[in-house]
């Protein structure tokens, strides 16, 4: 009786968050795989969506393995899958693809990331899907996108970092070019697709339009924050240099070793930043050179700052150091590790990481939702499932399938 309690508890919890959420009531199909489109997924998920994974029956999504593991079971999944029912279907069959296509007539919203043309291989041609649910969104994520002569190639992110410009720009000026060690382009692009998935669905219920299909290169968002590179080549000829942790556009700007062999890092984006940091460190007197009123005059100069700065803190612990810029209301910042960012009270204040209650791994932190909302905040109601978790309650009570006919399928491997 206690644990039905407790069950029915977690289960109307579960409710009021998602009805939190400014997007309860979006249904959202989500059979893309690895980061970008799953994430995507996730923050929709986050935000209030019913969020449906669908897997490869006996394959499953190939981010599960992916990453650090306990227990086997894998810990990047854990976040990325959160809030997603899971279930295994084998779209490659008729009669998956026939299940698919039930269930894509009462979805708000597809993201898919398989090559151009898979899903028309299917018999699961967007037109056609888009025929039966006028209203449906289809968020289509790719390396390269769906047109053009790169658009079959197999790609994933690191070809976008690397093809960008942002590996070139990236590291020491006499080292190699430099990729990110973690997904920096597919995250980019994930948040893309989310805000674009938002867009299309405001198109569609505000404006009193259709359904849509957003078309996503992995490479295109990337290239858009990378800043003012492309129009100064257009304009200019130039391109950037890497310059390792300095920039082209400020400085004082990079890290700096303390005394006792921690990091920090300074920015001095704003003019008045600079002289309140070379005034902190003893020399005032750089801040009346004529060059020093602008970001790129003092970027010319940064052999020369960066000596300044280092030499000051060099001969002080991280503490000292980060309190006496604090007091002189100058930026900078520590440079921490994973442990150092959790137990942060800034960020423990914000509660930039949560704690979520998990049937195989008891209670994990994991980041929090992407941003904060006043009236629809979002919430994580659960982390990522074991594949297949929800198959027999979605086909049930979303398609109205017998237990009979569910047992037949995955007898022969179509469902799991």
């Given at each position: 009786?206690?644990?039905?309690?407790?069950?029915?508890?977690?289960?109307?919890?579960?409710?009021?968050?998602?009805?939190?959420?400014?997007?309860?009531?979006?249904?959202?199909?989500?059979?893309?795989?690895?980061?970008?489109?799953?994430?995507?997924?996730?923050?929709?998920?986050?935000?209030?969506?019913?969020?449906?994974?669908?897997?490869?029956?006996?394959l499953g999504d190939a981010?599960?393995?992916?990453?650090?593991?306990?227990?086997?079971?894998?810990?990047?999944?854990?976040?990325?899958?959160?809030?997603?029912?899971?279930?295994?279907?084998?779209?490659?069959?008729?009669?998956g693809a026939a299940i698919?296509?039930?269930?894509?007539?009462?979805?708000?919203?597809?993201?898919?990331?398989?090559?151009?043309?898979?899903?028309?291989?299917?018999?699961?041609?967007?037109?056609?899907?888009?025929?039966?649910?006028?209203?449906?969104?289809?968020?289509?994520?790719?390396?390269?996108?769906?047109?053009?002569?790169?658009?079959?190639?197999?790609?994933?992110?690191?070809?976008?970092?690397?093809?960008?410009?942002?590996?070139?720009?990236?590291?020491?000026?006499?080292?190699?070019?430099?990729?990110?060690?973690?997904?920096?382009?597919?995250?980019?692009?994930?948040?893309?697709?989310?805000?674009?998935?938002?867009?299309?669905?405001?198109?569609?219920?505000?404006?009193?339009?259709?359904?849509?299909?957003?078309?996503?290169?992995?490479?295109?968002?990337?290239?858009?924050?990378?800043?003012?590179?492309?129009?100064?080549?257009?304009?200019?000829?130039?391109?950037?240099?890497?310059?390792?942790?300095?920039?082209?556009?400020?400085?004082?700007?990079?890290?700096?070793?303390?005394?006792?062999?921690?990091?920090?890092?300074?920015?001095?984006?704003?003019?008045?930043?600079?002289?309140?940091?070379?005034?902190?460190?003893?020399?005032?007197?750089?801040?009346?050179?004529?060059?020093?009123?602008?970001?790129?005059?003092?970027?010319?100069?940064?052999?020369?700052?960066?000596?300044m700065v280092a030499s000051?803190?060099?001969?002080?612990?991280?503490?000292?150091?980060?309190?006496?810029?604090?007091?002189?209301?100058?930026?900078?910042?520590?440079?921490?590790?994973?442990?150092?960012?959790?137990?942060?009270?800034?960020?423990?204040?914000?509660?930039?990481?949560?704690?979520?209650?998990?049937?195989?791994?008891?209670?994990?932190?994991?980041?929090?939702?992407?941003?904060?909302?006043?009236?629809?905040?979002?919430?994580?109601?659960?982390?990522?499932?074991?594949?297949?978790?929800?198959?027999?309650?979605?086909?049930?009570?979303?398609?109205?399938?017998?237990?009979?006919?569910?047992?037949?399928?995955?007898?022969?491997?179509?469902?799991?």
């Amino acid at each position: 009786m206690e644990q039905s309690f407790a069950r029915r508890k977690e289960v109307d919890d579960q409710a009021t968050a998602a009805a939190s959420g400014p997007l309860t009531g979006i249904r959202v199909l989500d059979c893309s795989t690895v980061f970008a489109g799953p994430l995507a997924c996730q923050i929709l998920g986050d935000f209030g969506a019913e969020v449906v994974k669908i897997e490869h029956p006996s394959l499953g999504d190939a981010l599960r393995g992916h990453g650090p593991a306990k227990d086997g079971i894998g810990l990047w999944w854990k976040m990325v899958a959160r809030n997603k029912r899971c279930i295994g279907l084998d779209l490659g069959e008729p009669e998956g693809a026939a299940i698919f296509r039930r269930l894509a007539e009462h979805a708000d919203v597809l993201v898919e990331s398989f090559r151009p043309g898979t899903l028309e291989r299917w018999g699961l041609a967007v037109d056609d899907l888009e025929a039966s649910n006028p209203r449906l969104v289809v968020v289509r994520v790719t390396g390269f996108g769906q047109t053009g002569p790169y658009a079959h190639r197999p790609a994933f992110g690191t070809l976008a970092e690397a093809m960008s410009g942002f590996a070139a720009m990236t590291g020491e000026p006499d080292g190699p070019p430099t990729l990110p060690p973690f997904g920096l382009a597919d995250g980019i692009a994930g948040i893309s697709a989310a805000l674009s998935a938002v867009l299309a669905l405001y198109h569609r219920d505000a404006r009193s339009g259709g359904g849509q299909v957003v078309d996503l290169a992995i490479l295109e968002p990337l290239v858009t924050v990378l800043g003012p590179q492309p129009i100064a080549y257009d304009q200019l000829g130039e391109l950037p240099a890497r310059l390792g942790n300095r920039s082209a556009n400020n400085a004082p700007r990079n890290t700096y070793r303390c005394a006792d062999g921690r990091w920090v890092a300074v920015s001095t984006s704003a003019t008045s930043v600079a002289a309140r940091v070379m005034a902190l460190v003893g020399h005032p007197e750089v801040a009346r050179e004529p060059w020093f009123s602008t970001g790129t005059g003092r970027a010319a100069h940064a052999d020369e700052l960066d000596t300044m700065v280092a030499s000051f803190i060099g001969a002080r612990k991280r503490d000292e150091v980060l309190a006496l810029f604090e007091e002189a209301n100058a930026a900078v910042a520590p440079v921490y590790d994973t442990a150092e960012l959790m137990d942060d009270p800034q960020v423990r204040h914000r509660e930039v990481f949560t704690a979520v209650a998990d049937d195989d791994l008891g209670t994990i932190r994991m980041q929090n939702v992407l941003f904060r909302m006043s009236a629809t905040p979002g919430a994580i109601r659960f982390a990522g499932r074991r594949l297949g978790a929800d198959t027999d309650a979605v086909l049930r009570t979303e398609l109205g399938l017998e237990a009979e006919e569910i047992q037949r399928l995955r007898e022969r491997g179509i469902v799991a």
